[in-house]
């Protein structure tokens, strides 16, 4: 098993200097670099996010990252500016040098832990992603932990009373759950209970009331689930569906094996057969993908949810930077959360080991 580890281990360096050179790659055909939107904030004033959309269109086209370091001719929109203001810009930007050389210099001040300052809001990338990353936990945690929790008994209560109906209308009520997107169900939460239309019995925007640091300790933690019930609520539905069929599906598999209709042979109790024998077959697939399903909930905090509750995350800041070509909170974040992702398939593959002892990598071919 160690050696198979080290492998792992040593895959992670090239895969994510791949990932990161694809997408370095990528960004060199988008139109409208930073130089591109800080000449069309300048031009027509306003704040740069408002001036994004249309910042091409002003600068006639405008050019890419691997333009960026040409003269102003490619900035049609910034005729009025002096070359030697588009020059500092451009300089200031790092754009004033080949990609390749960008690029290198990324990948090493990566290696030494160093990412970057937003260009556009004067904070390192580090304190950007800590100021929000309250929300993603929030959202990532408690709705894997929930659906989990939720999914995991009735999935097993299905398998065991498969063809009943119990198992007809549950499983009705998880294709509805499957078919409602997350934004609908949010704003049908928002209008239902919100204030919307009928009651309000919950807050309509952020994690904490505006007087958290007055309230008690119970107060607080209170006033913390009064608030992320509802995105909670819409950011779960549909991994509860999913998780729910995945676990009956799982379980009716093991239940059909040889050796359960054995056990019940031998004049073990159901119970006992279903939770000391299936249960930890049945499982194996579900648990053993925890990690990776938390870190999808985690890192993929839906924006559009984010956005309707007002929650300011790393969904939300990941569109801005992505609108606003603020390059080095996309590169670092992505540079992060590349080398999170390859460290959690590794994870999950322990964890298969760790509830399986037969299963064991070290016979596989790599």
């Known amino acids: 098993m160690g050696a198979y580890i080290l492998r792992r281990l040593a895959l992670i360096i090239p895969t994510l200097f791949g990932i990161m050179l694809i997408n370095f790659t990528l960004t060199q055909f988008v139109p409208g670099g930073p130089v591109e939107q800080v000449l069309a904030q300048l031009e027509g004033g306003g704040d740069v996010f408002e001036n994004i959309a249309g910042g091409a269109d002003s600068a006639g086209g405008g050019g890419d990252i691997g333009a960026n370091g040409g003269g102003d001719d490619r900035y049609l929109g910034a005729r009025g500016l002096p070359p030697e203001f588009i020059a500092e810009l451009e300089a200031q930007f790092g754009f004033d040098k080949p990609a390749h050389i960008r690029?290198?210099?990324?990948?090493?001040?990566?290696?030494?832990?160093?990412?970057?300052?937003?260009?556009?809001?004067?904070?390192?990338?580090v304190d950007l992603v800590i100021e929000k990353l309250p929300v993603s936990i929030t959202l990532g945690l408690w709705s894997t932990v929930i659906a989990y929790l939720v999914s995991i008994p009735l999935g097993i209560r299905k398998a065991v009373r498969d063809g009943t109906s119990f198992d007809t209308w549950t499983s009705g009520l998880i294709i509805v759950a499957y078919a409602i997107p997350g934004f609908l169900f949010a704003i049908l939460l928002l209008v239902l209970f919100a204030g919307g239309s009928y009651f309000q019995w919950f807050p309509l925007r952020g994690l904490t009331s505006d007087n958290f640091d007055e309230l008690s300790a119970f107060g607080k933690v209170i006033d913390y689930f009064w608030h992320i019930t509802l995105p909670v609520l819409a950011s779960t539905i549909s991994a509860f569906a999913t998780l729910t069929l995945l676990t009956?599906?799982?379980?009716?598999?093991?239940?059909?094996?040889?050796?359960?209709?054995?056990?019940?042979?031998?004049?073990?109790?159901?119970?006992?057969?279903?939770?000391?024998?299936?249960?930890?077959?049945?499982?194996?697939?579900?648990?053993?993908?925890?990690?990776?399903?938390?870190?999808?909930?985690?890192?993929?905090?839906?924006?559009?949810?984010?956005?309707?509750?007002?929650l300011d995350g790393l969904g939300r800041m990941g569109f801005e930077a992505a609108v606003a070509r603020d390059y080095p909170v996309i590169f670092g974040t992505l540079f992060v959360f590349g080398l999170i992702g390859l460290v959690v398939g590794l994870l999950s593959d322990l964890m298969y080991v760790w509830i399986d002892p037969r299963i064991d990598f070290e016979t596989r071919e790599t």
């Open 248 to 310: 009956k599906n799982s379980f009716l598999d093991e239940i059909k094996k040889q050796y359960v209709m054995t056990a019940k042979a031998k004049g073990l109790a159901e119970n006992r057969v279903l939770y000391g024998h299936v249960f930890r077959n049945a499982m194996l697939i579900i648990i053993a993908g925890f990690p990776a399903v938390f870190v999808s909930v985690f890192f993929g905090g839906s924006l559009i949810i984010e956005t309707i509750f007002s």
């Open 103 to 125: 690029f290198a210099n990324m990948i090493w001040d990566y290696m030494r832990l160093d990412f970057g300052e937003s260009y556009f809001r004067s904070i390192s990338v």
